[in-house]
């Protein structure tokens, strides 16, 4: 584990996930990654930033297996609940997952999580799935608190789908007739 | 349960929408092309549990009183059991709040009528050792079972709280059945519902009205007293010299909850801070209210909660049906009140977009999982927080936004507590009948029998992201009592450093509960409503 990596997993720890304060090292982990100039986001995204859909895009169809009817097809799709869901969070907590997501554009950081040093965009969806057998079996709290950071929001925003709920065999809500 | 998704709930009135008719004093704040300003007699910040009984018992003593709530006005006609909508609209934060460091998933309302458009109708008065420990502990007086008996009774009729008559829905029977196959304690809920449909829906705004929540019970009776309701306004911070406060200064908020750029302050002689924990302490904490002994944000609990998966080869579409009908204390006190964190057992809604995010994972085995939906009984435990020295809670801090975090280590405390109540609560689904249960652990899969269970869970690590955690119960962070150094209001909810600043919702209780706080919220502040309203009479 090379020192920037360290400093910057204990700056996270402390920071959190979802929580308020900047990382410590949070211009150095964006400068790291290259990413410090893409803070604005994505034509026709609310929050999400080009680099963040380069790295999410290869990851969904890994994250999400068996719940994505369409393929891949689903994934802009996704990408966009993921992007209504962050508008909702105070800025802060929405901070705090940018800066997971600036932090998986480190080499280092998929290395410790996921063994592997390649940005997933690079990588097969079995070669990810693997990885991220490897992160979730790390006995480690911050290592899994940032995969839960990773997971939790990209279900909740597809799972909140009505045509995606169904896909669990819940035959959904009655409906409102409005007087 | 029958499938009710070919049900059509018709023919429900909107009480706003009728009493926006009928001329009821609302001020849509999103809508102002001017920064406003409002007096009043009284000003109540946040319109839930606390807010909206204040509301109604100070109006109609004919103070004039402006209710200030920080989430747009959304009513029963709106209520389409959408669950992504009512997250986005009627929750905290879209409903992804959580602790600073990610470990515990808060669940909070924000809505016109707070958290009590979205809580699930359990309504239990204030257990006795509860309110002895404060006594004890913080010096707070005139709360005692006995003293405030009559105060549950009153909210009870105005809330219509009785024992849940119908049959429990098979998610709330597996809890009976596991109990009484163990020999364990359990019993029925009393609930806040009117003709309810039984449909299970609490969670995302009661289509039907049947739930008594501030939305359709204390707020519209003070409207018709001749309240006014400002609302999409987030009171950000209060005026005063240090001795008095003199005006709240709020944003106006746009339907994206951004601040438009314009205000609405009130000024008023006297304020009630009735936002709900967390939320509470921060407004107070951008005011810069005096805080000597550096208490605001400190002692905030959340019954940390814990779930259990248990797998029925029938259905049980845990969905569908009153929430929450049965509970068992049998390890609410399982080492007296300040030992070893008890823990209260219930059963939660299994909707797909929360209990998906909290089966958690990820890949083919995450929906593997998520397709036995229907069959899931979902055990939750919560953890009595509050009663021991290892056990100080979260500290609200503010965020370089100005925003409120909740910093709420688990420590070893809590952890043990965890794991005790994944034993237990799966011992219980296993004695239920289930085919294979799963406690919500992220190193845990489903198991087939008790023995593999029992084995496991010793082994595992408890440690924040690992075990799951959750919250829907935000208690505490103004702590009510005598002992200044320890305390920010007195036990009438008067802050203690500010002549006419009182605080009457759930930031106010000095430790978790044991129980769903509603009851005890609407209780305590009936109690200190009546008592302010006869001394701004006087
Ligand atoms: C999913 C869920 C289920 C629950 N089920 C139950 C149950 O079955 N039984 C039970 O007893 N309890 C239940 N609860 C909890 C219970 O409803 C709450 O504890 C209770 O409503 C808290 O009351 P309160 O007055 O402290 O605040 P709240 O009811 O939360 O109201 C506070 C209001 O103030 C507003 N506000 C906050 N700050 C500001 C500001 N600065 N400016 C303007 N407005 C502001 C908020 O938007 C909110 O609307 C549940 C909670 C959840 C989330
Ligand atoms: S179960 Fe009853 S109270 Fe809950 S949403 Fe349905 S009708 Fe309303």
Redesign the interface.
Known sequence: MNDTLALNRRAF?R????????LAGGAGVASLSGCSTAKVPANGFLHLRQADIELLTPMVP??????LPNGDADVPRVLRRLD??????????RD?IFQLYDVLQLGAFRWWTMDAWSHPGTLSTEQI?QG?ANW?RK?N?????????L???L??AW????E??K????????????? | MN????????????PWKEGLAAGWSVIDSSQLNEDQTIEADVVIIGSGAGGGVSAEILSQSGLRVVIIEAAKLKST?Q??????EA??DLYQ???????????I?ILQGRAVGGTTVVNWTSSFRTPEQTLSYWQNNFGVTGLSRSELDPWFEKMEKRLRVSKWAMPPNANNNALKNGCEALGWGWSVIPRNVDGCWN?G?CG?GC?TNAKQSMLVTTLPSAMESGATLVHSAEARTLEHDGTRVTAVLCNALDG??QATGKTVRVVAKTFVAAGGGINTPALLMRAGVPDPHERLGKRTFLHPTTLVLGDFEERVDG?YGAPQSLYSDQFTWRDGVDGAIGYKMEVMPT????M??LI?????L???Q??????YAAAIAMMRDGFHDESEGGAV?????G???L?YVLNDYVLEGLRHSHLKMAEMLFAAGAQSVRAGH?DMPFMASWKQVKELIPTL?Y????AGCGSAHVMGGCTMGADETRCLTDSEGRYHHLENLYVFDGSVLPTSLGVNPQLTIYGMTARNATRLATRLQA
């Open positions: 720890l920071a959190g996930l979802f929580g308020s304060a900047l890994a994250l999400l297996a068996g719940a209504t869901l962050l508008d909702s969070p105070a800025q802060g907590g705090a799935d991220l979730s006995q709290s911050f290592a899994r608190l940032a995969l839960n950071g997971c939790q929001p279900t909740l799972y909140t789908d009505p995606i709920a896909g669990t065999g819940y035959p959904g809500p009655p409906s409102k007739v409005i007087a | 499938d009710l998704s070919k049900l059509e709930v018709r023919g429900i009135r909107d006609d209520f389409n059991m959408d669950e992504g997250y986005r934060e879209g409903a992804a709040r959580a602790a600073k460091d990610g470990s998933a449909l829906y995302t289509p994206r909850r969905y909707h797909p977009g929360l998906s995010s958690g994972g990820y890949g083919s995450a929906r593997t998520v397709s036995r939906l229907p069959h801090e503010l965020s370089k936004y925003d409120a975090v910093d992220g690590k440690a924040p992201g690992m």
